[in-house]
């Protein structure tokens, strides 16, 4: 008795690929969970309302730049009007003895925000923890 093949007997030549993309699949949710994920900008805290009393105006330290009569930026911290290669250097001794390092920045509405982000960079240079923007908004209570 000869053994003859026929046609419908015959099997799949090809690889199976199913439990390769079953491997895949495993693969790709593996990488997902072990990449971390990154928060990459600038951190914020939200306003917290006070908890016992408004802390001293003296104790307050504005950082302002406003434009001057004839269009050059003015530069005051606590009302007080300084040039801006001296910025950094007052910081610096305002907040060397402090224990909450806590300074406001304002800006006029005309001005640039790269300057107002130019005084925020100061203060970050001089070690202050928290910057915050003074808006009008914020100015006249609303």
């Known amino acids: 008795m000869a053994m003859t093949g026929s046609d419908t007997n015959r099997g799949i030549t090809g690889i199976n690929v199913t439990p390769l993309i079953d491997v895949l699949l495993v693969l790709l949710i593996i990488f997902m ?6 928060s990459r900008g600038l951190s914020s805290n939200i306003p917290q309302p006070p908890k016992h009393s408004r802390p001293d105006p003296e104790d307050t330290v504005v950082l302002q730049i406003a434009t001057g009569p004839r269009g050059q930026l003015t530069y005051l911290l606590n009302q007080t009007p300084l040039a801006k290669s001296e910025i ?14 806590t300074m406001f920045v304002k800006a006029d509405s005309s001005i640039e925000y790269a300057r107002v982000a130019e005084l925020i960079d100061i203060g970050h240079q001089a070690q202050i923890d928290n910057i915050g923007l003074i808006t009008p908004r914020i100015q006249s209570g609303q």
């Open 33 to 38: 969970v072990i990449v971390p994920v990154t």
């Open 88 to 101: 950094a250097g007052r910081l610096v001794g305002i907040f060397a003895s402090r224990q909450q390092k």
